[in-house]
């Protein structure tokens, strides 16, 4: 009796879904999100547009395979690292992979964690507080919390990165500087013109950085004294 005939492959033959990963990767570093349309993409790789939806369904799901491709080129830390070199660890090679690509910021707060690098790497954040004494409801919304951080600090960065835009603190400092005596209405900023110039970004990220940290390193603390005093009660 002859064997059923397979079912069809949507991979089109002569294109594979890394090509077209790739191309729109490569449209995204030229003319942002906004830019990757079917038709420049079919018009880059050669083909059809109709040949493209062999293997993606949607644009949400080639972005979606583009931001997963982009933090594949993140490093996750070992698991044998301290709580904070983890999450240290991973807020810098956000931050490093990220600035690195137009739009990259926005892809990630649009699109859910999907893709396996997207989805290890949430484990990675979730498994660092689980691995210190975190229960999992409580991990998972440290680790969401930790991740929309990140993601907020890293954004504004980029936004003040354009050319047009200058810093927030800079634009301050040089709006103080022009009002003069009227400065003296702004006491705790008045002196500060300087000083609001020399903020730079990355030292800003690392600033909030650890003061986010030592605030979890609290919150680990907390929870050791209320398992030991359970454990006293008990």
């Given at each position: 009796?002859?064997?059923?005939?397979?079912?069809?492959?949507?991979?089109?033959?002569?294109?594979?879904?890394?090509?077209?990963?790739?191309?729109?990767?490569?449209?995204?570093?030229?003319?942002?999100?906004?830019?990757?349309?079917?038709?420049?993409?079919?018009?880059?790789?050669?083909?059809?547009?109709?040949?493209?939806?062999?293997?993606?369904?949607?644009?949400?799901?080639?972005?979606?395979?583009?931001?997963?491709?982009?933090?594949?080129?993140?490093?996750?830390?070992?698991?044998?690292?301290?709580?904070?070199?983890?999450?240290?660890?991973?807020?810098?090679?956000?931050?490093?992979?990220?600035?690195?690509?137009?739009?990259?910021?926005?892809?990630?707060?649009?699109?859910?964690?999907?893709?396996?690098?997207?989805?290890?790497?949430?484990?990675?954040?979730?498994?660092?507080?689980?691995?210190?004494?975190?229960?999992?409801?409580?991990?998972?919304?440290?680790?969401?919390?930790?991740?929309?951080?990140?993601?907020?600090?890293?954004?504004?960065?980029?936004?003040?990165?354009?050319?047009?835009?200058?810093?927030?603190?800079?634009?301050?400092?040089?709006?103080?500087?022009?009002?003069?005596?009227?400065?003296?209405?702004?006491?705790?900023?008045?002196?500060?013109?300087?000083?609001?110039?020399?903020?730079?970004?990355?030292?800003?990220?690392?600033?909030?950085?650890?003061?986010?940290?030592d605030g979890m390193a609290c919150r680990i603390d907390e929870l050791r004294r209320l398992v030991a005093a359970e454990g006293h009660l008990e």
């Amino acid at each position: 009796m002859p064997r059923a005939a397979s079912p069809p492959s949507r991979r089109r033959p002569g294109l594979e879904q890394d090509q077209l990963v790739a191309a729109a990767l490569e449209l995204l570093q030229a003319q942002g999100v906004d830019g990757i349309s079917t038709r420049q993409l079919a018009e880059r790789l050669g083909v059809k547009s109709p040949a493209l939806y062999w293997h993606v369904r949607n644009k949400d799901e080639l972005l979606g395979l583009v931001a997963d491709a982009i933090c594949a080129n993140m490093a996750l830390p070992s698991s044998e690292l301290s709580f904070r070199a983890r999450l240290e660890n991973i807020a810098w090679e956000y931050r490093r992979v990220l600035i690195g690509y137009r739009d990259a910021t926005r892809l990630f707060a649009e699109l859910p964690p999907t893709g396996p690098h997207r989805i290890a790497l949430y484990e990675a954040a979730v498994g660092a507080f689980r691995d210190n004494g975190f229960a999992l409801p409580e991990a998972i919304a440290m680790a969401t919390f930790y991740r929309n951080y990140l993601l907020g600090m890293i954004s504004e960065e980029c936004r003040q990165s354009q050319p047009a835009r200058a810093r927030p603190t800079v634009a301050l400092g040089i709006e103080l500087a022009h009002l003069g005596e009227a400065a003296g209405s702004y006491p705790n900023l008045r002196d500060a013109a300087g000083l609001l110039a020399q903020i730079e970004p990355k030292a800003l990220f690392g600033l909030g950085l650890k003061v986010l940290l030592d605030g979890m390193a609290c919150r680990i603390d907390e929870l050791r004294r209320l398992v030991a005093a359970e454990g006293h009660l008990e």
